[in-house]
Structures are given as structure tokens and as C-alpha cells.
């Protein structure tokens, strides 16, 4: 069966960067994009960008431009995700999240990750 | 950006009830590229349904997607115990790629 399984919680100071992982299993890792998306305390969701892992290509929204690196290892399926400059306000769980190449939607998400930012 | 407006905000019904929420755009969506998807407190989101009105693998068939242009909604028909969760809609296609509405929450009245 599908699994996507992220690495565990995180505390960091401002400006610190932090790089969270996401280990696939049950299906061809290369075959399909790797979606980033995180929550804030109580808040909504908020898409971050994808990455190809067959070809490494990556695809930011504008809002993380220059601060967010999407990563892949494909020899252990993993794909990271590492976020810099951290501020207070981008406390929040991070999501990966499976979606079939050009699909509109994701299918299968990973655990989440619990990442926060504080002096 | 297309910004996506749920409601209500709170939906407060009992089990056995009909639910149904709207996803209004602020531009038009495809059809194609509408989703919706539930998440319960301290779990991920889990995709409900796809392309507007297809439903995802093992979704039960009392959850129903509908709408086009800039109006969508989701239809649970008989609210099971379970269905009480936050309730997502997301557009795909337009800078940024996706797009989250706020959420709807479903509560047991």
C-alpha cells in the first residue's frame, strides 16, 4: 500500500533553515510528483510547490521563491523539502503529498511534520 | 490568484442529515481541475473527490461532487459519524498552481 513517511517534529530559531523528509513506499517513486503543503496552528492549507523525482524539475508558488529547495534521493525514495530563513509565522505542519504527473489533486499525504519557530 | 470562498464556515447537523457545502471561485475553474478533500483533527487531509464530481478509491458513495464555472459543492447525503471533520475544496491551474478555500467544518449538532 501507499506510504509516504515524514520525518519527526522540529524546533528552530528564526533564520535557521529546516529540512524535512518524506520516505515513499508501495509504488514507483519516480512515477509520480511530489507535492508540498503546510498548515498553520489552526489555519487553512497552503500549497508549496512539487517536485518531479524522475527529473528533478521543481515547480515553487511565488510566495516561497528564494527560501524553499525541493530535493529528491530516488536510490531511497525519499523526497526533502528544506525551507530557510525561518520566521515565527512559518510554524506549522508540513505536508507531503502524492499526485499522478500533470493530475490536478493529490492522493495520498503523508503524516505531517510539526515544525516550530521560536526564539 | 483565484481565491476560493467556502461556506458556511461552521455547519452544525446531526447524523442521518443531509450536508451540503459550496465552494465559490473568484474566477472560473475547470472542471477538471477541482478537488475536494477531508481531514479530522491531527490527521492529513484525504482526498474525497476529483475533477469536480468523480469520487477518489474507497470514498462511500453518499459523498458527491458537483458544479462548474466558479460555483461547486459538495453533497454528503446522510451524515454518518464519522463525516464530522473540516471539509477542503482546491483549485488546480492558475498562479499559484493550487489554491485552498478555508474550510468548512461539519459539527454534530
Known amino acids: 500500500q501507499v506510504q509516504l513517511v515524514q520525518s519527526g517534529a522540529e524546533v528552530k530559531k528564526p533564520g535557521a533553515s529546516v529540512k524535512v523528509s518524506c520516505k515513499a513506499s508501495?509504488?514507483?517513486?519516480?512515477?509520480?510528483?511530489m507535492h508540498w503543503v503546510r498548515q498553520a496552528p489552526g489555519q487553512g492549507l497552503e500549497w508549496m510547490g512539487w517536485?518531479?523525482?524522475?527529473?528533478?524539475?521543481?515547480n515553487y508558488a511565488q510566495k516561497f521563491q528564494g527560501r524553499v529547495t525541493m530535493t529528491r534521493d530516488t536510490s531511497i525514495s525519499t523526497a526533502y523539502m528544506e525551507l530557510s530563513r525561518l520566521r515565527s509565522d512559518d510554524t506549522a505542519v508540513y505536508y507531503c503529498?502524492?499526485?499522478?504527473?500533470?493530475?490536478?489533486?493529490?492522493?495520498?499525504w503523508g503524516q505531517g511534520t510539526l515544525v516550530t519557530v521560536s526564539s | 490568484e483565484i481565491v476560493l470562498t467556502q461556506s458556511p464556515g461552521t455547519l452544525s447537523l446531526s447524523p442521518g442529515e443531509r450536508a451540503t457545502l459550496s465552494c465559490r471561485a473568484s474566477?472560473?475553474?475547470?472542471?477538471?481541475?477541482l478537488a475536494w478533500y477531508q481531514q479530522k483533527p491531527g490527521q492529513a487531509p484525504r482526498l474525497l473527490i476529483y475533477?469536480?464530481?468523480s469520487r477518489a478509491t474507497g470514498i462511500p458513495d453518499r459523498f458527491s461532487g458537483s458544479g462548474s464555472g466558479t460555483d461547486f459543492t459538495l453533497t454528503i447525503s446522510r451524515l454518518e459519524p464519522e463525516d464530522f471533520a473540516v471539509y477542503y475544496c482546491?483549485?488546480?491551474?492558475?498562479?499559484?498552481?493550487?489554491?485552498f478555500g478555508q474550510g468548512t467544518k461539519v459539527e454534530i449538532k
Open positions: 474566477q472560473s475553474v475547470s472542471s477538471s481541475y
Open positions: 517536485i518531479n523525482p524522475n527529473s528533478g524539475g521543481t
Open positions: 482546491q483549485q488546480y491551474g492558475s498562479s499559484p498552481l493550487m489554491t
Open positions: 475533477g469536480a464530481s
Open positions: 503529498a502524492r499526485a499522478t504527473p500533470y493530475s490536478s489533486w493529490v492522493d495520498y
Open positions: 508501495g509504488y514507483t517513486f519516480t512515477g509520480y510528483y
